[in-house]
């Protein structure tokens, strides 16, 4: 299995410990998120530290009002498999609008520059982000990141756009969430953690880590009524394809 998404930085306990309890689980790789430049150096250092550990470059929206470029040097990196997270959120007022979008145009242009994944964080701003992805990003490989706009599953689709899922899809509440990943084709599918967040319903009462996004893939395997080994086949080849590990 493999986690799409993770902080390393921000989750309890060290790298070292992170990844071993994620091998004794069968998590063979690791995407870790930066999301400034000071997180993209410490993610860096954990890919460069462990085998299983790849890396994203990007600078988050809502810290958008610091965004002053700096981010060359990580895409370049051949551990950084993917630029971002990058994106808009109009739910928290962080950061203003036009800064969220100067920084998220310049992260898609750094992603069709080094011709990587973009990592797209979306929240409270559905039509923006479809609309400049669709206008700004053709051509490029783009991951819904904590996939969170089941009503407009059919559109991202259409785009070709690749969809991840986190732990907050095993909520009991999130049923259209979990409506949606059994509608998402298999060879654009995905499962993250977040961590240190979202941690799935089974564990909920601990702080997310990678060694729990088996339980976000075992669940979304049984609401597609299909074994463990298929799904987790099916997500390796497609992180293999498009992160290159």
Partial sequence: MIDSHTHLDTTPGSDAEIVAEAREVGVTRILTIGMDPESC???QAAAEAHEEVFFAAGHHPNSAGSYAGGLEPFAAHPKCRAIGETGLDHFRDYASTADQERAFHAQI???REHAKPLVIHTRAAEDDTIATLAERAHGLEVILHCFSMPGRLEECLGHGWWISFAGNVTYPKATDLA???ERVPLDRLLVETD?????PQLVRK??????YVVHTARFIAERRGIGYAELEAAVEANAARLFGW
Avoid: F, I
């Fill in 109 to 111: 242009e750094l992603a």
């Fill in 179 to 181: 409506d949606a990943a």
């Fill in 206 to 211: 601990h702080r997310n880590q990678p060694a």
């Fill in 41 to 43: 150096a410490r993610a």
């Fill in 195 to 199: 961590a240190p967040y979202l941690t």
